[in-house]
């Protein structure tokens, strides 16, 4: 099973707005990704958190709040967004290679996205 | 720094004609991989097809199959047997094995399968 759920698939909120957008699965991955995609365009890293803690924050703003409670689970807390972070945020997860060859290490499998429009 | 560029910025082709996608990439790696991910209206990105860059076998899937040539740093994507269902927009991406975790991709190629 290589599913990625996330939750909600829509979601309108204003600028003076707190919202968060949620990210599961259960394929035992542990390391987990938010990417931002504007419309024709590739999607656009902003953290991974490799075995709950976080590695990577591509220099995004603080107004975007990334959370791993568990190996499973990942949040994207949302506040004061401005009209320019509409978009489309995936969420990603993939095993983490140790040895070379094991299929499907570091395979990202994506999530169905969450379609956000700020206000 | 890596960069990918997919030249083709949309294609359109009959169903069950064969097409190829073109994907080339600048890297000074030695060790990575190079995906394919198609994202059809859905918006869901799907994997389409792996290739790890110390395997010279090119890697296939049903109708789904590369040429990878490491040399000349080129990745296309070769569709077969094309159908309704494989319109989409298509990327290719390049990872590093060692280090980040981050993936690299084009700007995509705009896949219509016409009637």
């Known amino acids: 099973d290589t599913e990625v759920t996330q939750t909600p698939k829509h979601l309108v909120m204003g600028m003076t707005n707190k919202k968060s957008l949620k990210c599961e699965q259960h394929?035992?991955?542990?390391?987990m990704y938010w990417y931002k995609q504007k419309a024709k365009k590739p999607p656009e890293l902003m953290f991974v958190?490799?075995?709950?803690?976080?590695?990577i924050n591509e220099s995004v703003p603080s107004r975007f709040s990334p959370e791993c409670p568990n190996s499973s689970l990942l949040n994207l807390h949302l506040h004061a967004l401005q009209p320019e972070d509409s978009a489309l945020y995936l969420c990603?997860?993939?095993?983490?290679?140790?040895?070379?060859?094991?299929?499907?290490?570091?395979?990202?499998?994506f999530g169905p996205g969450t379609r956000l429009t700020v206000l | 720094a890596q960069t990918v560029t997919q030249s083709q910025p949309e294609m359109s082709v009959q169903e069950a004609e064969t097409v190829t996608l073109s994907c080339t990439y600048d890297t000074s790696e030695n060790n990575y991989y190079l995906f394919w991910y198609k994202q059809p209206p859905s918006r869901q990105m799907i994997l389409v097809i792996r290739?790890?860059?110390?395997?010279?076998q090119n890697a296939t899937e049903n109708r789904f199959s590369v040429n990878f040539q490491k040399a000349a740093k080129s990745f296309s994507l070769k569709i077969s047997d094309s159908q309704l269902g494989d319109t989409a927009m298509y990327f290719c991406a390049f990872m590093k094995i060692q280090g980040a975790q981050k993936l690299v991709f084009g700007q995509g190629t705009r896949l219509t399968i016409n009637p």
């Open positions: 394929m035992g991955h542990r390391a």
């Open positions: 990603a997860s993939s095993s983490i290679g140790l040895f070379r060859g094991q299929r499907d290490t570091d395979t990202q499998y």
């Open positions: 958190y490799s075995y709950e803690k976080l590695s």
């Open positions: 290739q790890e860059a110390y395997k010279q």
